[in-house]
């Protein structure tokens, strides 16, 4: 059986025997089957370790079985021990004058022996050759690993049992109940953030012990943070406040009765409180060291990132990625703004960037562009070696090379230049630069790189400029007289409109006032003639 295997068969026992209620007894003895006497020597014998021949008459199964259990004796309430009950089938031989059981703690190497010396009843019809001897008194501890021997006396050589036993732990709901070492109490507690304390009150423990609690920080074992008090077993409260100076996942209460090797209860109410970890990034200017060190133990990933403009994102830089094994560090870091520290977990991913509010020495890389020629920009606060290429966009941090332009030398607080060729341009192309004299640099990018305009002839800027100007004012002065001409003509085209209704007008009197007066003459002469009829 390979070790995993032994290391599963075990967990499953303890497992099964966690559900198992314990035995319990008045007194612990010895004891052994009807027809035999059995009696405890008073002494160990010492010489018994050493073993000799068997006689050929011995049979090899004089020693038949072995069976070991846990005992429980209970002086009160919640104050009981532990024993170890051996039980051993012996077929009783004239070569033999008894047995000795020996327990052996294997955590501790302490050894108990009890010798039982065998006699035949002298009862008549006694005839009997098995017998079973039993002792429960082999006091033992919570949790202990022992290994338990039965030999005869007189001590033959390859004639013995042994077999290893685990006694159930606190776990088991028996012990963990009523054996005074396992009993840790509960515990409440009530925040209070503005002092920064933990109000804890403490319940079902033994109630005349004294009582431990503390603040501690759970790695492989609970290491003291210093918050610690000792409530007294006569302090009606059960109640205790300690101080925290930052609240981890890590940070837990511990507990536990004032009782040499009694179990502690422990109660870790933050472990999602993981935000807290990441803000424990440094940085020393003098070594140039950007490190971390995880204040609680846990399984992640750290990894150097450049986030974007918009905050959204933050790729990765190459060969920047560290399992979590303790302190994390990167050693001549680029100190730019963007340079970003990301924590994964299992649970997620959180950013920190030291750099971004500090007033550390960082760089800047633009572009400027006229109509002939490009030219890149590299200003830095701090004296700096950069490379520069041209390249084909892809994903931030990586661009497909397509042209290395010299190396840019900066001192402290200057700018230096670069011009780009005009072949490279376009809307895929891109200029990137990074630092060359730190270990991990952030790759800038700035791509649609203009084409320059082609120039159609070689006057200067002012020139043209004036040419420009020139041709807008004529532009202008040509619509201005066009608008006027325009304004005139309208003006002469409405005059003779006017004029030539005030003509129709008059012509149209002139006809009406002459067919009037010939009317009028020609309604006198009827009139004058009627008359003349009528006389």
């Not at 930052?246 to 109410?269: F, H, K, T």
């Not at 807008?472 to 003509?489: N, P, Q």
Request: charged share 20%; proline share 5%.
């Amino acid at each position: 059986m390979s070790v995993n295997d032994l290391n599963f068969l075990l967990i499953f026992i303890w497992g099964f025997c966690d559900c198992q209620p314990i035995t319990r007894i008045e007194e612990c003895g010895l004891r052994c089957s009807q027809g035999f006497h059995c009696k405890l020597k008073a002494n160990y014998e010492f010489f018994n370790q050493f073993c000799q021949d068997p006689p050929a008459s011995l049979s090899r199964s004089v020693l038949e079985s072995m069976k070991i259990s846990t005992v429980m004796k209970c002086a009160k309430k919640k104050q009981c021990s532990l024993h170890l009950s051996v039980k051993g089938t012996v077929n009783f031989d004239e070569n033999i004058k008894g047995v000795e059981i020996c327990t052996l703690s294997l955590d501790t190497s302490q050894t108990q022996c009890k010798s039982v010396r065998l006699t035949r009843s002298k009862h008549k019809n006694s005839k009997k050759q098995k017998v079973e001897v039993q002792y429960n008194c082999f006091e033992v501890t919570v949790g202990q690993h022992v290994l338990v021997t039965l030999r005869t006396i007189r001590n033959y050589c390859n004639v013995k049992l042994e077999q290893q036993y685990y006694v159930p732990d606190c776990r088991n709901e028996d012990v963990g109940k009523n054996v005074p070492i396992c009993i840790a109490g509960k515990l409440d507690y009530k925040m209070d953030k503005v002092k920064k304390a933990i109000s804890i009150h403490v319940s079902d423990f033994l109630e005349d012990q004294d009582y431990h609690v503390r603040l501690c920080h759970k790695w492989f074992s609970c290491e003291d943070i210093g918050a610690h008090a000792l409530i007294k077993a006569e302090d009606p409260s059960k109640s205790v406040s300690l101080q925290y100076s930052q609240v981890l996942p890590c940070l837990c209460i511990e507990g536990w009765s004032a009782l040499p090797d009694s179990r502690r209860i422990q109660l870790c109410p933050f472990k999602n409180n993981t935000e807290a970890l990441w803000d424990s990034v440094t940085y020393d200017p003098i070594k140039h060291v950007l490190a971390w060190q995880p204040s609680c133990p846990l399984r992640a990933n750290v990894s150097l990132c450049m986030q974007s403009k918009t905050n959204d994102q933050c790729a990765d830089l190459p060969d920047s990625s560290r399992a979590v094994r303790g302190k994390v560090e990167y050693v001549h870091p680029d100190t730019h703004p963007r340079l970003c520290m990301k924590f994964t977990t299992e649970h997620g991913s959180w950013i920190r960037c030291p750099f971004a509010n500090d007033p550390f020495p960082g760089w800047t890389m633009k572009l400027e562009t006229t109509t002939e020629q490009v030219q890149v920009i590299v200003t830095s606060q701090t004296k700096a070696t950069f490379s520069v290429n041209m390249c084909n966009r892809t994903q931030l941090p990586l661009c497909e090379p397509l042209q290395k332009l010299p190396s840019l030398h900066v001192q402290n607080s200057d700018s230096v230049g670069l011009n780009i060729s005009s072949d490279v341009c376009g809307s895929d192309v891109c200029v990137q630069g990074w630092r060359t004299d730190v270990n991990y640099s952030l790759p800038v990018q700035i791509c649609n790189i203009p084409c320059p305009l082609p120039s159609l002839d070689h006057t200067s800027d002012n020139e043209k400029y004036l040419l420009l100007i020139t041709l807008v004012a004529v532009f202008m002065v040509l619509v201005t007289t066009l608008a006027f001409i325009g304004h005139l003509t309208l003006r002469a085209l409405h005059r003779r409109k006017l004029e030539h209704k005030s003509s129709l007008k008059a012509k149209v009197q002139h006809i009406s006032s002459g067919l009037a007066s010939s009317l009028e003459q020609r309604v006198s002469i009827l009139y004058v003639r009627g008359e003349e009829d009528y006389l």
